[in-house]
């Protein structure tokens, strides 16, 4: 639309086929669907017609609740409280402000989901086959919004916060370095991927023994809380066989945490709660 660039997703290996082997391939791809799950087609992508019709079917669903759940009105009712007098002066601003954000990042992420869908099916022409890649980010990130509007359904938190430790007993070990690291690291890739964005702190420039994640995305407290626990790596030593474990704490970050910022609030928020229950 006008100078914007637009990108279409054209599959080369898709063979030609008659009209009627195709709407055979449709005609199966349509009963095929129905077995299908979304958290299948996350683990492990075909690309196949059957896969992008379920994707499909559940946007719609999407959707038509998205467009029912009264979102866009409380949307206009926060802007109409951000522009009374004195907003910016009040206690109670944190609260509001982090709705407005989380329905924003909710607007933003169907929006650009929507747009990949689209060019995955740019005309009438239905394609037999896609980019496999391309059905996993977007099945990921139908499920991302799923669990989002269930969120904001069930006016629950969405942001969460996480600790990785490292144990005194493995910090001088150069095997429990690269693990802590590693583990760090794929968090952080894990919420790139999914636009999430984190902030990163540490006691202090040279910490190497623990690290906290804020997490402030669509539904990271949905897809994070399943990780606190205990996280368990074997490795050798010489020739023996061991087996080694990081901690990582997880929890929702509550409207009355809004003010927080930097390491010493958030890691004090950790001894405010119960320790989260271990894999």
């Known amino acids: 639309k006008g100078n914007a660039l637009y990108a279409d997703f054209i599959d080369p290996d898709e063979p030609e086929v008659s009209w009627e082997v195709r709407k055979q391939k449709i005609s199966k791809a349509e009963k095929q669907k129905e077995q299908l799950a979304l958290n299948h087609i996350i683990l492990s992508p075909q690309g196949s017609l059957a896969e992008f019709k379920k994707i499909d079917q559940l946007w719609e669903t999407l959707e038509a609740a998205v ?137 202090s420039k040279e910490s190497n023994q623990q690290v906290i994640l804020v997490c402030r995305g669509l539904a990271a407290w949905q897809l994070l809380e399943q990780e606190a626990g205990l996280h368990v790596w074997e490795h050798l030593e010489g020739k023996k066989k061991v087996k080694s474990a990081l901690r990582v704490d997880v929890l929702p970050i509550l409207p009355e945490h809004a003010r927080y910022e930097g390491y010493q609030d958030w890691n004090s928020l950790f001894y405010q709660q119960e320790a989260s229950p271990q894999i």
């Open 67 to 203: 467009a029912e759940c009264g979102m866009e009105e409380e949307r206009e009712e926060l802007m109409q409280t951000l522009a009374e007098p004195g907003f910016w002066e009040r206690d109670d601003r944190f609260p509001f402000l982090t709705d407005l954000e989380m329905i924003d990042r909710f607007r933003e992420a169907i929006d650009s989901a929507s747009s990949w869908r689209d060019r995955l099916q740019p005309d009438e022409k239905e394609r037999l086959s896609y980019p496999a890649e391309l059905i996993g980010r977007l099945a990921d990130r139908l499920r991302l919004l799923q669990l989002s509007l269930t969120a904001y359904l069930d006016d629950v938190p969405q942001q969460a916060v996480m600790r990785i430790d490292l144990p005194q007993s493995l910090a001088e070990s150069p095997q429990g370095q690269r693990y802590f690291e590693h583990l760090v690291e794929m968090y952080q890739h894990w919420a790139k991927e999914r636009s999430i964005p984190f902030e990163r702190y540490a006691a």
